[in-house]
C-alpha cells in the first residue's frame, strides 16, 4: 500500500512539473550558426539584399499551436528587434494565441512557407505591392503571424494565393483591428 502512494505521489509531481512547464514562455536569442546561414543562402538570402546575416539573430522560442499545446519554434528577424520580439511573443504565449507554425522561411520550398501558415520574419523578398523595393521582411523588420489565415491585400488581390481575407470568419489565429495582438504589436511600437 505504501509503495503504490509514493508511486502515485510521485507520478502526480511529474505531471505538476509538466503543466508548469505548459504555462511558462521561454526563448533564446542566438547568433546565426553557420549551418543555418548555409542554408539561407539561395533561399532567404542572397547577395545584394539589404541586410547582412551578421544583423539577423534566430530566437528560439516556444509557442500556443493551433491544437493548444506548447511547441517549439524558431524566428529569424533583426538582431535590434530581437528583445522587443521576444517580449511580443511572450505576451501572445500569455494571451494564449494560436500560431499555427513558427519555422525560418528556408525550411519550406521555396515560396511555400506563406501557404503553410507560418508564421515567419526575415526571408530577403521584394515589397508585395511595389517589386521595384524590398519588404520589410529583408530588412528582418517584419514578421507575417499566420499567413493563410491574415492575408496580405493589394490591388492584385490576397498574398497568399488560396488565402481568404473575410474579417468576419472565427477562426484560431486570425487578427483583426480589435485583436488583443494587434494591440499588443502596437504596445510595442509594430504597426
Not at 539561395?42 to 539589404?50: A, I, L
Not at 517589386?131 to 491585400?153: E, L, Q, R, W
Request: hydrophobic residues 40%.
Amino acid at each position: 500500500m505504501r509503495a503504490l502512494l509514493l508511486l502515485t505521489t510521485g507520478v502526480f509531481a511529474l505531471t505538476a512539473a509538466q503543466a508548469d512547464e505548459v504555462k511558462t514562455f521561454k526563448a533564446s536569442v542566438d547568433v546565426l550558426t553557420p549551418a543555418q546561414r548555409d542554408k539561407m543562402l539561395g533561399r532567404s538570402w542572397h547577395e545584394g539584399c539589404p541586410v547582412p546575416l551578421d544583423d539577423l539573430v534566430s530566437i528560439h522560442l516556444n509557442y500556443v499551436g493551433f491544437d493548444g499545446a506548447v511547441h517549439d519554434g524558431v524566428l529569424v528577424i533583426h538582431r535590434k528587434l530581437a528583445k522587443e520580439a521576444v517580449e511580443i511573443f511572450g505576451e501572445l504565449f500569455a494571451a494564449r494565441f494560436p500560431i499555427e507554425r513558427m519555422r525560418p522561411y528556408e525550411d519550406f520550398p521555396i515560396a511555400e512557407s506563406e501557404a503553410s501558415n507560418d508564421t515567419v520574419g526575415f526571408y530577403c523578398r521584394p515589397a508585395e505591392d511595389n517589386p521595384k523595393i524590398f519588404s520589410s521582411h529583408a530588412y528582418g523588420i517584419s514578421v507575417d503571424v499566420n499567413p493563410m489565415t491574415n492575408p496580405y491585400h493589394d490591388p492584385r488581390g490576397w498574398s497568399p494565393a488560396g488565402s481568404n481575407g473575410d474579417r468576419n470568419r472565427s477562426v484560431p489565429g486570425l487578427l483583426n483591428a480589435e485583436s488583443e495582438v494587434v494591440r499588443i504589436f502596437m504596445r510595442h511600437d509594430w504597426i
